[in-house]
């Protein structure tokens, strides 16, 4: 299967600081999507980038499709305790059937 | 809208039976049925993805005889682990798209314990 890295691995945060993760692949993506996974349950859609160099905001979070379609990024502004979870890319690939290839993960505690 | 529910939740059983987890979309349907297997503090690994009413296309390394496949309708795909083994202890995930296949909606998951 497709590798995805993401980085950092894991954050240790601030209420109120903003983080920023991100995530590269050898391969290039046609969709990349950011999702959010807390224990025990599924991943949730966060954020989905159809286009190379696209910008798309989600309330406190934004990301962005890398012009190379290689690489994606998070951002979460002023974190609240509730944003603690692990967070997933993952990258599409429309020629093979869509499947979807997930990152490693980047789990965020944030600390009141 | 776009529910995916899977069945059950979680399941524990001995080893060397065979257990049988279902995916269904529930208001929607699902052209394509992906199936993942998330171990313990690691990421989603997509295992196979299966098209209604065809076989099943696996993954490397994903073996198809032990993992059965069958998307028999639009709306339910089920995972049967035959033989299991401890090792095959795992959060089991499905994910459900339509016809253009770019959204992808997941379920919640089912915790198989093999003991």
């Known amino acids: 299967g497709q590798q995805l890295n993401q980085s950092p691995q894991s954050m240790f945060i601030q209420e109120g600081e903003d983080v920023s993760m991100n995530c590269t692949s050898s391969?290039?993506?046609?969709?990349w999507l950011w999702y959010k996974q807390e224990p025990g349950e599924g991943p949730v859609l966060l954020i989905a980038?159809?286009?190379?160099?696209e910008l798309t905001s989600n309330g406190r979070l934004t990301a962005q499709f890398g012009i190379t379609r290689k690489d994606s990024f998070l951002n979460i502004s002023a974190s609240i305790p509730s944003d603690v979870g692990i967070y997933f890319c993952?990258?599409?690939?429309?020629?093979?059937?869509?499947?979807?290839?997930f990152g490693t993960g980047t789990s965020l505690t944030v600390i009141p | 809208g776009a529910v995916v529910s899977q069945h059950p939740s979680w399941v524990i059983c001995k080893s060397g039976t065979s257990v049988k987890i279902e995916c269904r979309s529930l208001d929607f349907q699902a052209t394509t049925m992906f199936w993942y297997r998330q171990f313990p503090k690691q990421s989603l690994m997509l295992m196979a993805t299966?098209?209604?009413?065809?076989?099943?296309?696996?993954e490397q390394g994903v073996e198809k005889d032990k993992f059965l496949i069958n998307h028999a309708s639009l709306t339910l795909s089920t995972l049967t682990v035959t033989s299991a083994h401890p090792e095959d202890s795992s959060f089991y995930i499905c994910?459900?798209?339509?016809?253009?296949?770019?959204?992808?909606?997941f379920g919640p998951g089912t915790r198989l314990t093999v003991t």
């Open positions: 299966s098209n209604e009413g065809s076989k099943a296309t696996y």
């Open positions: 391969s290039i993506f046609n969709t």
């Open positions: 994910s459900g798209g339509g016809p253009s296949g770019v959204r992808q909606y």
């Open positions: 980038l159809y286009k190379a160099g």
């Open positions: 993952a990258g599409q690939l429309h020629d093979t059937g869509n499947q979807f290839y």
